[in-house]
């Protein structure tokens, strides 16, 4: 889509849209660029909430219809501001064509641990930046740990530290959660807790499988 964009416009490029199939399941999340190339070449439609109703509109609709929103309801949308004209960000898009069931299962990486503990040592409880942050095998290797969502967990170094290769009981410490396996990715349940993102909430709530980022 060539369309002119103000140095504002990159940031909000970066946002997240969510990606529903045909059947309305919810398979990825991408950036608001990736989403407007979508719905320029019609591979897409924007799901949009209004009085309680989904509604779908196509790229040329969804641009006429920024238009008044932009003029009565400016404060309700973040905004894509182009040399021309405005477009307000989509948070929801509907793939037209592409069926494909999601991936069931969380992928397993550092990243979503770090989500799914909320950046917090599991020990002491206290939340640090991720560079303070390491990883700990609750049983530990040496004693036949693996290394699964519920037997890795944040530490921060002190605790780390502290609690060396032995368990918690061996080392009178104590686990603030037991650690499981999210339902959903847990960069997800962050993002339902930012207002912009509300509209994702029923597609997500009911799902029995995880979104995937992208």
Known sequence: MEVPMTAAAVSVLGQNVLVLNRDYLALRVVTVKRALCLLFKDLAEVIHIEEGQYLAYDFQDWCELSQ?????????????????????????????????????EVKFNRRNIYARDGNRCQYCGRKFSTTELSLDHVIPRSQGG??????????????????????????????????KRPRRNPAI????????????????DHAYWSVELQ
């Open 146 to 179: 693996k290394s699964t969502w519920e037997n890795v967990v944040c530490a921060c170094l002190q605790c780390n530290i502290r609690k060396g290769g032995r368990t918690p009981e061996q080392a009178h410490m104590h686990l603030i959660a037991l650690p």
């Open 189 to 204: 349940t962050i993002k339902l807790a930012d207002g912009r993102y509300a509209s994702w909430k029923q597609f997500v």
């Open 68 to 104: 008044l929103k932009r003029t009565f309801e400016p404060d309700a949308h973040d905004w894509l501001r182009t040399v021309r004209f405005d477009i307000a960000v989509p948070r929801i898009i509907r793939l037209m064509l592409y069926d494909r069931l999601p991936r069931q």
